[in-house]
C-alpha cells in the first residue's frame, strides 16, 4: 500500500534478503572490474520506487532501501571504499556519505537529514547506518551504481566507462554501472600507462 507515495507494506522477510543479497552482488561486481583502490569512492543511487517495479518517486520503501543499502555497504566495505548515497532530486542530489570520507575529498557539508520523500528512501537509510553521516553537495566519485536509473553521472570523475555486470536487476529495477579513468591527452603520439586504461 502506498500512502503519499510512501510505501507502508511490510515486504517479505525473504524478499528483503533477495534484494540485499542482488544489491550486493552488483556492487561487488563492479567493484571488481573497477578495481578500485582502498579509500577511492563509490557512488550509489537507488530508487526503491524502481527495486518495487512503480515508477520513480511513488512507491518509496524504507524496508527495502535498508536492504539495498545493507548490500552495497557491505561490498564497500570488504573493500575499503567509501559509499556516497546519493538523494533524489528534492535534495538537488546531494550525497550523504562518511564524515572521514567528506574531509578527505575536502566536500563541505551542508545541513540537511534526508527523509524518505525528502532525499529518498536509500540516503535515510545511508544516514541511519553510516557512523558519522554527513550530507554534501558535490562529489567526484571513482565508480558508480545506479540502481533504477537516478543518474549518478553528475558525481563521477572524469571519464566514465560503462560497466556490464551478471546482476542486471535489483529487485524489478534496472542497474547501470561505471568506472572512471584519467583522459588520455597527446594525441596519436602519445603514450599512455596501461595500468591506467
Known amino acids: 500500500m502506498s500512502v503519499n507515495g510512501l510505501n507502508t507494506t511490510v515486504e517479505p522477510q525473504e524478499e528483503l534478503l533477495r534484494l540485499r543479497q542482488e544489491a550486493y552482488q552488483a556492487a561487488r561486481e563492479l567493484l571488481d572490474i573497477a578495481n ?10 537507488c530508487s526503491t520506487s524502481e527495486v ?7 512507491y518509496s520503501s524504507p524496508q527495502m532501501a535498508e536492504s539495498v543499502f545493507a548490500g552495497i555497504h557491505q561490498a564497500t566495505q570488504e573493500a575499503g ?17 562518511e564524515a572521514a570520507a567528506a574531509g578527505k575529498y575536502g566536500c563541505e557539508p551542508v545541513n540537511v537529514v534526508p527523509q524518505p520523500k525528502a532525499g529518498g528512501s536509500f540516503a535515510t537509510a545511508a544516514w541511519k547506518y553510516f ?6 553537495e558535490h562529489i567526484r566519485a571513482h565508480a558508480g551504481i545506479d540502481i533504477g536509473d537516478t543518474l549518478i553521472g553528475m558525481h563521477l570523475k572524469d571519464v566514465a566507462v560503462p560497466v556490464r555486470i551478471a546482476q542486471k536487476n535489483i529487485g524489478a529495477a534496472h542497474v547501470v554501472c561505471a568506472r572512471t ?3 588520455f591527452i597527446g594525441g596519436s603520439r602519445a603514450v599512455y600507462d596501461e595500468g591506467l586504461l
Open 52 to 58: 518495487a517495479g512503480a515508477g520513480i518517486g511513488t
Open 131 to 136: 557512523e558519522s553521516p554527513v550530507a554534501v
Open 181 to 183: 579513468r584519467p583522459k
Open 36 to 45: 578500485l583502490k582502498q579509500g577511492e569512492l563509490l557512488v550509489a543511487g
Open 81 to 97: 571504499v567509501y559509499l556516497a548515497a546519493q538523494c533524489c532530486e528534492h535534495l538537488n542530489r546531494a550525497l550523504i556519505l
